[in-house]
């Protein structure tokens, strides 16, 4: 079992739907949890931090993490085509983070 | 605003070329890393470093090498490139203890190589 395990999509959506993207993982010594955004031919860039369990909300996104069952998400509302990208999520182990392959998300106007 | 520099965005080098990828960082990180990014595999960790002249590798460090010898420059090279080290490689930083107060990396642009 890879210690991180994330659909890689692509997932499809219309303008001004809720998404959800998710994570698992094995590793219970997980503290920190992220998620970055990616658009295409850039690099990754940090959009949620969470630590622990619970519910952290910026803005449209909503990172969620559930340590019992080892599962994060990260819920966009009234998503936006400008939202269309690839979305990692990550967590750390020691110094360096492990990150999920990535969900493609396409958002139509 | 750049904080990660990688020098190069695009880099075609042929087979048993000995390659350099540089990157700089100006936020005064401790901490670096290289990871190569493929289609359906990922971000794979080749190599980090945690200090000047200290590296680890990581999941993937075969065919690859990498130098610290100040702190904001972390080189990756590429004894003898082959076609399968082909890749997007991105360069990250970031401070020490990473997580703790929400501190993830900042990622460089990326560099797409090419060995034919």
């Known amino acids: 079992q890879k210690e991180v395990e994330q659909d890689p999509g692509p997932l499809s959506v219309p303008e001004g739907a809720i998404v959800s993207l998710n994570c698992t993982y094995s590793n219970s010594a997980f503290q920190y949890f992220m998620w970055y955004r990616q658009y295409s031919r850039k690099g990754p860039e940090l959009l949620m931090y969470?630590?622990?369990?619970g519910n952290k909300e910026d803005g449209r996104f909503t990172a969620q993490v559930d340590k019992s069952s080892k599962y994060i998400s990260l819920f966009i509302r009234d998503s936006q085509p400008s939202d269309s990208a690839t979305y990692l999520c990550?967590?750390?182990?020691?110094?360096?983070?492990?990150f999920g392959k990535g969900t493609t998300l396409s958002v139509s106007s | 605003d750049v904080k990660v520099t990688q020098s190069s965005r695009y880099l075609v080098k042929r087979t048993g070329e000995k390659v350099f990828l540089e990157c700089v960082q100006d936020m005064d990180h401790e901490n670096m890393f290289w990871y190569r990014q493929d289609p359906g595999l990922g971000l794979r960790l080749i190599y980090f470093s945690y200090d000047v002249k200290m590296k680890e590798k990581g999941d993937i460090p075969e065919g690859y090498s990498v130098s610290r010898e100040k702190k904001e420059r972390f080189s990756l090279i590429l004894e003898s490139a082959s076609t399968n080290q082909t890749s997007m490689y991105l360069c990250?930083?970031?401070?020490?203890?990473?997580?703790?107060?929400?501190?993830?990396?900042?990622f460089g642009s990326g560099t797409r190589l090419t060995v034919v």
């Open positions: 990550a967590m750390t182990k020691r110094t360096a983070l492990i």
């Open positions: 969470t630590y622990s369990s």
């Open positions: 990250a930083s970031s401070q020490l203890g990473t997580g703790e107060g929400g501190y993830g990396y900042t």
